[in-house]
């Protein structure tokens, strides 16, 4: 597993994956494909960089309509975390606010306006944290993504390597601790 200057990238690079696409994305598909070869003793960078092939000849609106299709319209494949841990029941209100408590503890400013659980603000969040709030993090909703990236897999959808990649490589964390 990576030390903990890679671990950040790698978590910083899985965020920037699995946001909704966008022209900036599309703009940085050649730092994102140096970022991943500098990253190339990871196996599971490999995924990562078939993925940022499939950015290059993809143009931005069928991409968007994509995400928009597979995560945004579906509840089975939304990256929302406490979604897929308490659904619609009130508990999910009280998860919520204990991401934005644990972001305001860390000194975190969220960037934008999605939910505080939306896997690439976490993942964001992961990148900065401390090696222990990580741990704990992933620990907790690991097996919401490994739902996730099985559910993407039935669909046959391109980001299942990217989601089993990130899979992997919270394992790795978890079980090495940093």
């Given at each position: ?32 494909r140096l970022e991943f070869s500098n990253l190339s003793q990871y196996p599971v960078m490999t995924a990562c ?130």
């Amino acid at each position: 597993m990576p030390i903990q200057e890679d671990r950040r990238r790698i978590l910083k690079l899985f965020s920037v994956l699995l946001d909704y696409p966008n022209e900036e994305l599309l703009q940085s598909v050649d730092e994102l494909r140096l970022e991943f070869s500098n990253l190339s003793q990871y196996p599971v960078m490999t995924a990562c960089q078939d993925f940022v092939k499939l950015l290059e000849c993809t143009p931005l609106i069928p991409m968007q309509e994509h995400y928009a299709t597979v995560f945004d319209f579906s509840a089975e494949t939304c990256l929302n975390l406490t979604y897929h841990e308490h659904g619609e029941q009130p508990e999910r209100g009280a998860a919520l606010a204990n991401f934005r408590q644990l972001y305001k503890i860390a000194g975190y400013e969220q960037a934008d306006s999605e939910l505080p659980d939306y896997l690439p603000v976490v993942l964001e969040f992961l990148s900065l944290c401390s090696d222990r709030t990580c741990s704990n993090i992933l620990e907790r909703h690991i097996p919401h993504l490994e739902v996730l990236a099985s559910r993407l897999k039935e669909l046959g959808d391109p980001y299942q390597d990217v989601m089993e990649a990130l899979c992997t490589t919270c394992r790795q964390i978890v079980a090495r601790g940093v």
